[in-house]
């Protein structure tokens, strides 16, 4: 099993045929084709599947694609790094944000970036796990701004923490249970969770579960937070969300904190990438520019920028 091989198979089952496959590689189909067979003797099992529409991978080649674009996007960063070396600036870096920071300090972080790397390509991604964590896996995201999970829930991935902050029930200014303080009084109302539950959704599932109430049975999943800014102050629809993105979409979204007597916990937020991959130059500036960006928030002397991050505990 050699680079190649591993190439040949990852661009294959990306493009979806061998020709384009080979097109993407710039290589012959023969070639490719020849790669792919000594792959499959040397693994002694069928990877992928040509049918009638091109090429699906098996079940027992997934695990091996995931490694092969692994290995792929790890030569191209050690390649961008040596290209970085030499001068040589046109870079690209892919970044996943929870989407409290992107509707609070991401904006500041990218002028602080600006300001020292001009020429690099910002690529974002939605920031929730459903998306993050299979691009992070295989290294096609350099990191996620997200919050953690429990530990040993993710091996192949480290998290650097950056700050502390807490969550709340939202529902839209004037909902007829805006005032409530009793959870078990929400159960009958139609929720928003994202579409992954083992993070975002997972702190309702628990929540319930530790003040013993059944979990909501008429339950709504978004893959994206552009849909609770639009379905939440429209209906009568409730959703958990981060207290700065509360704050920052009080005014302008017209959404609110439910007053219940439960206490929610605190979760910690910070930089999660891929384990054994240290980020690249481009990355890492990034990371700082964020980082400099929410003390300044946090320390800032606008009332309305205080106001959005009074409840955000900095930890680096």
Request: proline content about 7%; aromatic content about 6%.
């Amino acid at each position: 099993m050699n680079a190649n091989q591993l190439a040949a198979f990852a661009a294959v089952c990306d493009e979806g045929s061998i020709r384009a496959g080979a097109r993407a590689l710039n290589l012959s189909a023969s070639s490719i084709t020849r790669s792919l067979h000594e792959l499959e003797k040397e693994a002694l099992t069928q990877l992928f599947r040509r049918t009638a529409s091109g090429v699906t991978v098996t079940e027992r080649g997934k695990p091996l694609l995931v490694y092969a674009q692994r290995v792929g996007a790890g030569m191209d960063h050690a390649m961008e790094e040596i290209q970085s070396m030499r001068g040589e600036t046109h870079r690209r870096i892919t970044v996943a944000v929870t989407p409290w920071i992107t509707m609070t300090v991401l904006p500041a972080a990218v002028s602080r970036f600006r300001a020292r790397m001009q020429d690099v390509t910002i690529e974002f991604v939605e920031g929730l796990r459903a998306v993050a964590n299979p691009l992070l896996r295989q290294e096609r995201l350099d990191f996620f701004v997200g919050w953690d999970e429990p530990a040993g829930a993710n091996p192949d991935l480290t998290f650097r923490p950056i700050l502390r902050t807490g969550a709340a029930i939202t529902v839209r200014k004037g909902h007829p249970l805006a005032a409530c303080q009793s959870l078990a009084e929400l159960l009958d109302l139609e929720w928003l969770i994202p579409i992954d539950p083992p993070s975002q959704g997972g702190i309702m599932y628990s929540l319930f579960a530790k003040y013993n109430l059944p979990f909501p049975a008429r339950v709504n999943v978004i893959n994206s937070f552009t849909f609770a800014l639009g379905l939440l102050p429209e209906s009568n629809m409730a959703g958990l969300f981060p207290w700065p993105l509360i704050e920052a979409s009080a005014t302008r979204n017209r959404l609110c904190a439910v007053p219940l007597r439960e206490q929610m916990n605190d979760h910690v937020y910070g930089i999660i990438s891929p384990a054994g991959y240290p980020l690249r130059a481009p990355a890492r500036q990034f990371v700082e520019c964020l980082i400099e960006a929410l003390h300044a928030a946090v320390s800032s002397s606008d009332p309305e920028i205080r106001r959005v991050m009074s409840s955000v505990e900095m930890l680096v």
